[in-house]
């Protein structure tokens, strides 16, 4: 069986202490540039329906074919990166998908639009996967949530940049000339990591990460049948579920329900992806400081999870506050989301051996997807029947609260997992 215990958190050797967070910042970088490639179509939609008619529906589509690759290379990006190692394997998700970011440049009807989406979810589904490589490789435990804390920050750095560059580069140049530059922007990150990167397993040896222990590679059937990792699978399922119709969906529902234009979505629409920077970093460094401070690691985690998962219903009462209190209110939800989002990337470094973490970050990075995928089809089919977004506020603000509670009830002690050689697989 996996026999779950608590063993005491490894430090670092001094000698690697410098170049970590230099590694850290790098996979920043690469996450802010994918954030910026998936927003490229939600805040061009208004100007390239203009070339290709898209309905409610049809943007649906488009979000729901880059969520279902995202979900499935998700996984098989996580098990790439376990196969092929960090190095490598980030290099080639992030030529994959600068490509199909570029792709879309070319479009001249619904279905390549489509097809070019497909093929971005099949390259930013390892991005994750990667980051939380990287920081069970260079990061010590007792500061890996502030790590993850900054690399979700990258979110909000694409995000934020996205709305008021892709309107300038909209007035000056047109829609097409957004998606190659940003796919011009993922092949320089690309080259920048296979000069600067380098592995560190020699350094911290895997014995330090599992507890002093030697272990055994898991396998894929036997990381599936944890129960610790289907219940962090069903909360990411379900808070990613309101994430991306917030993600995907806030350009368009101020185009459509508040009468903004190009010019006044590049204005106010970065200030909630703002918030959603300040965020990450704000849970991860808490809860990395009360792991300092003496709590547990599991009090540690579920203590800002709890936090941030209460504030999500705020956005119930969007639709019915003047438009300055909805940025408001979206800027709180997406504060909290990445607060939340950061932490629950941060635990399969903190529980699982390095053999392990790529596949299993990947399993709940594939719950997230599949959550935004299936509801985001949803949004659509609803606001085309007549719904209207406020049901879909009040439906997405219980999801977080509904997540922490399958953490909470069945997801057990978050601590790092002892696994012997003679005992059989067993779920807790």
Same mark, same amino acid.
């Given at each position: 069986?996996?026999?779950?215990?608590?063993?005491?958190?490894?430090?670092?050797?001094?000698?690697?202490?410098?170049?970590? #967070?230099?590694?850290?910042?790098?996979?920043?970088?690469?996450?802010? !540039?994918?954030? *910026?490639?998936?927003?490229?179509?939600?805040? @061009?939609?208004?100007?390239?329906?203009?070339?290709?008619?898209?309905?409610?529906?049809?943007?649906?589509?488009?979000?729901?074919?880059?969520?279902?690759?995202?979900?499935?290379?998700?996984?098989?990006?996580?098990?790439?990166?376990?196969?092929?190692?960090?190095?490598?394997?980030?290099?080639? !998700?992030?030529?994959?998908?600068?490509?199909?970011?570029?792709?879309?440049?070319?479009?001249?009807?619904?279905?390549?639009?489509l097809l070019s989406r497909f093929l971005l979810g099949m390259g930013e589904g390892g991005a994750?996967?990667? @980051?939380?490589?990287?920081?069970?490789?260079?990061?010590?435990?007792?500061?890996?949530?502030?790590?993850?804390? !900054?690399?979700?920050?990258?979110?909000?750095?694409?995000?934020?940049?996205?709305?008021?560059?892709?309107?300038?580069?909209?007035?000056?140049?047109? #829609?097409?000339?957004?998606?190659?530059?940003?796919?011009?922007?993922?092949?320089? #990150? @690309?080259?920048?990591?296979?000069?600067?990167?380098?592995?560190?397993?020699?350094?911290?040896?895997?014995?330090?990460?599992?507890?002093?222990?030697?272990?055994?590679?898991?396998? *894929?059937?036997?990381?599936?049948?944890?129960?610790?990792?289907?219940?962090?699978?069903?909360?990411?399922?379900?808070?990613?579920?309101?994430? %991306?119709?917030?993600?995907? #969906?806030?350009?368009?529902?101020? %185009?459509?329900?508040?009468?903004?234009? &190009?010019?006044?979505?590049?204005?106010?629409?970065?200030?909630?992806? @703002?918030?959603?920077?300040?965020?990450?970093?704000?849970?991860?460094?808490?809860?990395?400081?009360?792991?300092?401070?003496?709590?547990?690691?599991?009090?540690?985690?579920?203590?800002?999870?709890?936090?941030?998962?209460?504030?999500?219903?705020?956005?119930?009462?969007?639709?019915?506050?003047?438009?300055?209190?909805?940025?408001?209110? *979206?800027?709180?939800? *997406?504060?909290?989301?990445?607060?939340?989002?950061?932490?629950?990337?941060?635990?399969?470094?903190?529980? %699982?051996?390095?053999?392990?973490?790529?596949?299993?970050?990947?399993?709940?990075?594939?719950?997230?997807?599949?959550?935004?995928?299936?509801?985001?089809?949803?949004?659509? %089919?609803?606001?085309?029947?007549?719904?209207?977004?406020?049901?879909?506020?009040?439906?997405?603000?219980?999801?977080?609260? &509904?997540?922490?509670?399958?953490?909470?009830?069945?997801?057990?002690?978050?601590?790092?997992?002892?696994?012997?050689?003679?005992?059989?697989?067993?779920?807790?």
């Amino acid at each position: 069986m996996i026999e779950v215990s608590e063993v005491q958190h490894g430090e670092i050797p001094a000698k690697v202490d410098r170049p970590r #967070w230099y590694f850290v910042m790098l996979v920043t970088a690469a996450i802010a !540039i994918s954030y *910026f490639d998936r927003q490229t179509l939600p805040v @061009a939609i208004s100007t390239i329906q203009r070339n290709i008619p898209i309905s409610n529906q049809e943007f649906s589509y488009l979000q729901t074919a880059f969520l279902l690759a995202y979900a499935a290379l998700y996984v098989l990006g996580g098990r790439l990166l376990d196969q092929l190692g960090t190095r490598r394997g980030f290099l080639l !998700i992030m030529l994959w998908w600068s490509a199909a970011c570029a792709l879309h440049g070319l479009a001249s009807g619904f279905m390549l639009l489509l097809l070019s989406r497909f093929l971005l979810g099949m390259g930013e589904g390892g991005a994750f996967p990667a @980051a939380v490589r990287v920081v069970s490789e260079w990061v010590a435990p007792k500061d890996r949530s502030t790590a993850m804390g !900054i690399i979700n920050a990258g979110t909000a750095v694409g995000s934020v940049i996205a709305p008021p560059l892709i309107g300038v580069i909209l007035i000056q140049s047109g #829609w097409r000339t957004v998606f190659i530059a940003a796919g011009g922007a993922g092949l320089l #990150w @690309a080259l920048w990591w296979w000069i600067s990167y380098r592995p560190n397993t020699n350094n911290i040896p895997s014995k330090m990460l599992e507890g002093q222990e030697p272990v055994r590679t898991l396998t *894929f059937k036997e990381i599936v049948g944890l129960r610790n990792v289907q219940a962090l699978v069903f909360a990411k399922f379900m808070s990613d579920s309101a994430w %991306y119709f917030l993600l995907f #969906w806030l350009p368009k529902y101020l %185009y459509d329900a508040r009468g903004f234009d &190009i010019k006044h979505v590049s204005y106010y629409a970065w200030i909630p992806y @703002a918030a959603s920077g300040v965020g990450s970093f704000l849970g991860g460094w808490f809860s990395s400081r009360l792991l300092q401070s003496g709590h547990s690691l599991d009090r540690s985690r579920k203590i800002v999870l709890g936090l941030s998962a209460l504030f999500m219903p705020v956005v119930m009462m969007v639709p019915f506050v003047p438009v300055q209190v909805s940025i408001l209110l *979206f800027s709180i939800a *997406f504060f909290c989301q990445q607060s939340w989002s950061g932490l629950i990337m941060t635990i399969p470094a903190d529980m %699982y051996p390095l053999s392990a973490v790529g596949t299993v970050s990947g399993l709940v990075g594939f719950g997230g997807a599949m959550g935004g995928a299936i509801f985001g089809v949803v949004a659509g %089919y609803l606001l085309e029947h007549g719904f209207g977004y406020p049901t879909l506020f009040v439906l997405f603000g219980t999801f977080h609260l &509904i997540g922490f509670a399958a953490i909470v009830l069945l997801g057990g002690k978050i601590h790092p997992l002892r696994i012997h050689h003679t005992m059989e697989i067993e779920s807790h």
